[in-house]
C-alpha cells in the first residue's frame, strides 16, 4: 500500500511533468495516469484533493476560480494567480471545460510518450464510433466519460489535432471540410498473447501444448461497415443459467454473444469487456460491431433492444453493440475472473451452450 511518503513523491513527479500551472483535475487525472490510481487523500482524512495538497505540499499555491482550481509553485510568476483569482479576466471560453486556453497552458517543452493506458483510454473511446466522430465531438466526449478537458499540453502538444495525428495507433484522422477533422479506429491487425498460467485447461488449449503463450487474432474496428449477409429465422435467443440470462445471436452461420450479456453475468456494471481485455493484453478475433447508423443492423439492434437490461445498455438505444464469438467467451472468462470455481461453473454453462447450438 502507498504511504504518505511515497504518495507525495510520486505526486510531485506528476506535477512536474506537468509544467504548471495546471488544472486541480488535470493533475490529478495525470497521476491515476502515471500511477495506475487515484491520489487516496481519504486515506489521510481529507475529503478532497485541494485541501491534501494545501497542508502537504507548502511549495504548492492553489487559487480557486469560479470552474475549479489552478496549481502552480509559488516561485512561478504571480500573473498566473492574479489573473485567474480576478474571475473578470476570465473569458467565458477560458471557462469551457473542453477548452485549454493560456490559463492552463504549460510553458511548451519536448513531446513526451503518451501512457499506454491513456492511450487505452482513448481508444476504448473510439472504439464506440466505428463509423468515425468528429475530433471536436471526441473532445467533448473525452470530457463526459473522464471527467476532465483532454490534457494534450501535459504530453507538449499545443492542441488536440497535434496530439491526435502522433497516435497511428489509437486514431485515423482524416480532414473533412474546412477546420473540420474526423476521427476513426485504426484499421489494421496485430497480435496479443496470454500466458498459459491464465489459461491452463486442455481442452481450452489451440496451440502446441509447448507453447508458452497463446497467441489470439485482434479485430479492430474498420471504416468498411460490417453488414449480415445471413439472418436466420430466430436470430436472438435468450438463456436462462444459474448465473443469470445469456443472450446468443445467431449471425452469417456463426453463435456471437453480446459482450454486455457476458458484462452481465460477471457482475459488471457497465459493458467495458473490450477494455479491461485490451489491459491485460488480450484481443479476441472475430469481433462484431452493430450501429444504429447502419440500416442494415436495425432489424437485429430491434430484436435485441428488449433485453437490455441483460446486455446494460442505458437509455432509449442501442447506439453501438459489440458481438464476440461464443468459443471464446470462455477464454475471456478466464482472462476477466479470479475465482477459479466461478469461472469453472460458468465455462460449463457456456460449452453446454455451444453444444446446443453446433458452435463448439
Keep these: 500500500m502507498e504511504d504518505l511518503k511515497e504518495c507525495s513523491e510520486n505526486l510531485r513527479e506528476t506535477m512536474k511533468n506537468c509544467c504548471p500551472p495546471v488544472h486541480l483535475s488535470v493533475l490529478m487525472r495525470a497521476y491515476r495516469i502515471e500511477n495506475g490510481r487515484e491520489v487516496p487523500f ?26 475549479g482550481c489552478i496549481v502552480h509553485y509559488k516561485d ?32 511548451w517543452a519536448k513531446k513526451k510518450e503518451v501512457p499506454l493506458p491513456f492511450r487505452v483510454f482513448l481508444r476504448r473511446i473510439i472504439d464506440m464510433y466505428p463509423l468515425g466522430i468528429t475530433a471536436r465531438d471526441f473532445v467533448d466526449v473525452f470530457y463526459q466519460k473522464s471527467g476532465s478537458p483532454l490534457s494534450y499540453q501535459l504530453y507538449g502538444y499545443p492542441g488536440h489535432l497535434s496530439m491526435f495525428k502522433d497516435l497511428p495507433d489509437v ?50 474496428p474498420s471504416s468498411s461497415t460490417f453488414r449480415p449477409s445471413k439472418l436466420s429465422l430466430n436470430p436472438v435467443r435468450v438463456w436462462k443459467t444459474a448465473f443469470g440470462t445469456f443472450i446468443t445471436v445467431e449471425l452469417d452461420g456463426d453463435v456471437l ?20 481485455l485490451k489491459q491485460q493484453g488480450v484481443d479476441v478475433r472475430g469481433v462484431k460491431f452493430l450501429s444504429n447508423e447502419v440500416p442494415e ?12 437490461s441483460s446486455l446494460l445498455i442505458q437509455g432509449e438505444a442501442c447506439p453501438v453493440v459489440s458481438l464476440i464469438p461464443i468459443q471464446s467467451c470462455r477464454f475471456i472468462l478466464k482472462a476477466l475472473l479470479e475465482e477459479p470455481k466461478s469461472i469453472q461453473e460458468l465455462t460449463k454453462e457456456i460449452r453446454a451452450l455451444s453444444l446446443t447450438l453446433g458452435a463448439s
Excluded at 476570465?90 to 477548452?99: D, L, Y
Excluded at 443492423?297 to 437490455?308: A, D, E, S, Y
Design 42 to 67: 481519504e486515506r489521510y482524512g481529507y475529503s478532497n484533493a485541494e485541501d491534501f495538497l494545501r497542508d502537504n505540499f507548502p511549495e504548492l499555491n492553489l487559487v480557486k476560480y469560479d470552474k
Design 76 to 107: 512561478d510568476a504571480p500573473a498566473v494567480e492574479v489573473n485567474v483569482a480576478n474571475r473578470s479576466h476570465i473569458s467565458q471560453a477560458a471557462a469551457s471545460p473542453t477548452i485549454t486556453t493560456n490559463i492552463f497552458t504549460p510553458r
Design 171 to 220: 486514431f485515423r484522422l482524416e480532414q473533412i471540410s474546412d477546420g473540420e477533422h474526423k476521427l476513426y479506429p485504426v484499421e489494421k491487425t496485430v497480435t496479443g498473447t496470454i500466458p498459459n498460467s491464465n489459461l491452463n485447461t486442455r481442452a481450452e488449449t489451440q496451440t502446441s501444448s509447448q507453447s508458452s503463450t497463446r497467441e489470439i487474432g485482434t479485430w479492430v
Design 257 to 276: 454473444v453480446p459482450t454486455g450479456s457476458v458484462a452481465c453475468m460477471i457482475g459488471l456494471s457497465e459493458d467495458d469487456v473490450l477494455f479491461r
Design 297 to 308: 443492423h436495425l432489424p437485429l439492434l430491434q430484436k435485441l433492444f428488449p433485453h437490455k
